[in-house]
């Protein structure tokens, strides 16, 4: 059964980090561009980081730029999302999926299924 997994949410404090894993089971996620998206309490989803499978280059929302880090580590079949000096605005359930993203277009639609996503609350 082919999925992915998000984990390592949680409560944070401003400025803080945390790094959120996406793994995948019964496929292989070097094959595809990954994307990390997040929908925060009563907004709608919003592409945050994308992933290239093909040149391994990788965008970001003007939101994180610089402060966040999409990377793959393809021994573990994981995707990583690293992010530093958190923001009371990042607080928000973050989901990774495979070929809905492509630069900096985010395919977000609830049209399709997504995982379980982690939470990530950053407050004091």
């Known amino acids: 059964q082919e999925q992915l997994v998000e984990s390592g949410g949680g409560l944070v404090q401003p400025g803080g980090s945390l790094r959120l894993s996406c793994a995948a089971s019964?496929?292989?996620?070097?094959?595809?561009?990954i994307g990390w998206f997040r929908q925060a309490p009563g907004k709608e989803r919003e592409g945050v980081s994308c992933?290239?499978?093909?040149?391994?280059?990788?965008t970001y929302a003007d939101s994180v730029k610089g402060r966040f880090t999409i990377s793959r580590d393809n021994a573990k079949n994981t995707v990583y999302l690293q992010m530093n000096s958190l923001k009371p605005e990042d607080t928000a359930v973050y989901y990774c999926?495979?070929?809905?993203?492509?630069?900096?277009?985010?395919?977000?639609?609830?049209?399709?299924?997504w995982g379980q996503g982690t939470q990530v609350t950053v407050s004091s």
């Open positions: 999926a495979t070929d809905r993203c492509s630069g900096t277009y985010y395919y977000t639609s609830n049209s399709v299924s």
């Open positions: 019964g496929f292989t996620l070097d094959y595809y561009t």
């Open positions: 992933l290239s499978n093909s040149d391994g280059s990788t």
